[in-house]
């Protein structure tokens, strides 16, 4: 069978309940993966305009700030720390 062949077929489900658990696992480590890089995204996305308010004189957030207010909304939300 040549290679093309194999282009539209869908991988088929997971067989037992080792495989339906190492298909959750994957889900969920690559869902967790995906918010940490939106995370970082958004992480460097502040630092960068930071440093651009930094240089038009108004106030720089600091890291002790970001923390102390997403602490905050945390726990507001139920969350403990």
């Known amino acids: 069978m040549s290679e093309a062949a194999h282009i539209g077929r869908v ?15 994957c889900g969920a480590v ?3 993966g995906g918010l940490l ?8 996305s502040l630092s960068v305009m930071g440093r651009a ?4 004189g108004i106030f720089v957030i600091s890291g002790i700030l970001l923390i102390r207010v997403v602490n905050k909304l945390w726990t507001s939300k139920g969350g403990q720390v």
């Open 30 to 32: 690559a869902m967790l």
């Open 53 to 56: 308010l930094s240089l038009l």
């Open 37 to 44: 890089l939106i995370a970082i995204m958004l992480i460097s």
């Open 11 to 25: 991988a088929p489900a997971p067989h037992g309940p080792i495989g339906r658990l190492l298909e959750a696992v």
